[in-house]
């Protein structure tokens, strides 16, 4: 079991290169074991199980896989119902894809961080531990707008290049309303199919935009789903809109504006603190078998554990990496395989200047940014948050990023950088969720159970996909449902 205080050891982990399970562990381990000792100390401890427990009884109700807001929702769910639970985490750290980290003389998030109130998962979270909000206007109110054109910056006249960057997007989505008229039930009509090849380039090819809005639209929907725009699938982000009622002020609010101002760790200690689960940091699963009415889960290091359900709350992009007996279903193994797009970088930079409100943008065929913006800014500088599709662009070395903030502001000293590279994080493969065009039409089959196993992750949740309320929308269904059918 751990405490509160381990949970909270976001120790920075930027330094991992390795891409296998194996090297990542090693690495890893240097700044865990302090973790691993206190796991092992655990008074609930289950005694080693024998094969003799598999179809017999087991040691818990239920095993969940993977500590981020899906698994930590899941396993709140199944404690609080007095379900014998326990969560296993690969990592020396709860939290996942959510990453509250610190960055000079604060903390920072290098993963998932906005939320919003027409998000109902995760705003009945802020509700329900009266977690406060922060607030970062900055992002929805530039003073200056730079955009790459040819290699070279151009300075946007906002309030004539804005309306028509807007109108591009509400073009883009003309439709999501007829496409998706209830959200939250996203096969609830046909009227999607005709849409279930098109990518997000075909549907901005469609519009007929003029040169330098496209650069924009371009820019805008290929951070959305952070992947190149002839690479996602354009319902991808049609849903969104409709969930927020389709109009681009809520929009602009969603993806870049509030968050949790203790840090999305908050949010993840409130489930976890709320729950009873017996959590187990450093103890990635490799094996998963089913017989009889159990399940039985192997561990890397050779431990095994057996339940009645278990719940696989890691990324999809990290499914197949799992063995299962007996398979699971080829469209779960193959859509894991061939991955979701959702990849690239996110960084904090910290610039000598005050450089007042900046956004930049550069369109999908420049890799390290498509999408920068001051986050605070004052005399002691200037913080800003940036977003590329380059999973391999070295977020942490001050030149590198210095040369690429110079392309749009010559000007500018940056003088800090900061950020994680989750595309070399086995237990991650990627950002968020944005899946292929054809993998639309797979979500159900995405969840469906296989025998005693669920998968919940945000990558197969039904509305918000890839974002923290996809997390908690299916963590808390699926734990919910365990909960019932084990009462
Ligand atoms: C850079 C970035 C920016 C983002 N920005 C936002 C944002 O602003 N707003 C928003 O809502 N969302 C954002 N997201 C997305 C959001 O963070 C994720 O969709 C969400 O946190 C995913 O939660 P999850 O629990 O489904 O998966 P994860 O958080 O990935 O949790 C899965 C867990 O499983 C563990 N695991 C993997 N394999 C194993 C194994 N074999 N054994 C045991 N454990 C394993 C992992 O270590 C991990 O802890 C962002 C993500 C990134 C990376």
Same mark, same amino acid.
């Given at each position: 079991m751990t405490d509160k205080k381990e949970r909270e050891d976001q120790t920075a982990s930027s330094e991992t290169k390795g891409s296998s399970r194996r090297q990542f562990m090693a690495t890893a381990a240097v700044t865990s074991v302090g973790l691993v000792a206190a796991c092992s100390q655990s008074a609930d401890e289950p005694?080693?199980?024998?094969?003799?427990?598999?179809?017999?009884?087991?040691?818990?109700?239920?095993?969940?896989?993977?500590?981020?807001?899906?698994?930590?929702a899941a396993a709140r769910e199944t404690s609080k119902a007095g379900l014998r639970t326990v969560l296993l985490e690969a990592r020396n750290r709860l939290g996942g894809r959510t990453y509250y980290a610190p960055f000079g003389d604060k903390?920072?998030?290098?993963?998932?961080?906005?939320?919003?109130?027409?998000?109902?998962?995760?705003?009945?979270? +802020?509700? /329900? &531990?009266? *977690?406060?909000? @922060?607030? #970062?206007p900055a992002a929805v109110n530039p003073d200056r707008w730079i955009y790459l054109k040819d290699g070279k910056p151009v300075e946007a006249d906002i309030p004539t290049f804005w309306p028509k960057v807007d109108q591009g997007l509400i073009d883009f989505c003309a439709n999501s309303r007829e496409v998706f008229p209830r959200p939250y039930?996203?096969?609830?009509?046909?009227?999607?199919?005709?849409?279930?090849?098109?990518?997000?380039?075909?549907?901005?090819?469609?519009?007929?935009?003029?040169?330098?809005?496209?650069?924009?639209?371009?820019?805008?929907w290929s951070i959305m789903s952070h992947a190149k725009?002839?690479?996602?699938?354009?319902?991808?982000?049609?849903?969104?809109?409709?969930?927020?009622?389709?109009?681009?002020?809520?929009?602009?609010?969603? +993806?870049? /504006? &509030?968050? *949790?101002?203790? @840090?999305? #760790?908050?949010l993840i200690n409130a489930m976890i603190d709320d729950g009873s689960a017996e959590v187990k940091l450093s103890t990635p699963v490799s094996r998963i078998e089913q017989s009889g009415d159990s399940v039985r889960v192997t561990t890397?290091?050779?431990?095994?554990?057996?339940?009645k359900r278990v719940i696989v709350?890691?990324?999809?992009?990290?499914?197949?990496?799992?063995?299962?007996?007996?398979?699971?279903?080829?469209?779960?193994?193959?859509?894991?395989?061939?991955?979701?797009?959702?990849?690239g970088n996110k960084l904090h930079i910290m610039t000598k200047q005050d450089i007042g409100n900046v956004f930049l943008t550069a369109d999908d065929s420049f890799g390290p940014l498509q999408y920068g913006y001051t986050y605070t800014t004052g005399p002691e500088g200037t913080h800003m948050l940036s977003y590329g599709l380059d999973g391999m662009f070295d977020v942490n070395n001050l030149e590198t990023v210095s040369d690429m903030i110079n392309l749009f502001m010559p000007e500018v000293e940056v003088t800090k950088t900061y950020g994680y590279q989750w595309a070399l994080d086995p237990f991650s493969k990627g950002t968020w969720c944005t899946l292929r065009p054809h993998q639309f039409a797979l979500?159900?089959?995405?969840?469906?159970?296989?025998?005693?196993?669920?998968?919940?992750?945000?990558?197969?949740?039904?509305?918000?996909?890839?974002?923290?309320?996809?997390?908690?929308?299916?963590?808390t269904r699926t734990g919910q449902i365990y909960a019932q059918e084990l009462a």
């Open positions: 005694s080693a199980p024998t094969a003799a427990n598999v179809g017999g009884g087991s040691d818990y109700d239920v095993i969940v896989i993977g500590g981020g807001m899906a698994g930590c903390k920072v998030e290098l993963g998932g961080n906005y939320i919003y109130w027409l998000q109902p998962h995760v705003w009945a979270e +802020v509700d /329900r &531990y009266a *977690l406060p909000i @922060g607030d #970062s039930d996203t096969f609830f009509t046909d009227n999607w199919k005709p849409y279930q090849e098109l990518s997000i380039q075909d549907r901005i090819d469609q519009l007929g935009l003029e040169e330098d809005v496209e650069l924009a639209v371009n820019a805008i725009c002839s690479d996602g699938g354009f319902l991808e982000m049609l849903r969104w809109w409709a969930a927020l009622g389709s109009n681009s002020i809520d929009f602009n609010n969603a +993806v870049s /504006r &509030y968050k *949790l101002d203790n @840090g999305t #760790s908050s890397e290091d050779g431990q095994t554990l057996t339940a709350s890691t990324p999809l992009n990290t499914w197949a990496d799992i063995e299962y007996d007996p398979q699971i279903s080829d469209v779960k193994l193959q859509v894991s395989q061939e991955r979701h797009v959702g990849n979500v159900p089959e995405l969840q469906r159970p296989e025998g005693n196993i669920r998968f919940a992750t945000s990558d197969n949740a039904t509305m918000w996909r890839g974002w923290i309320d996809g997390a908690i929308e299916i963590g």
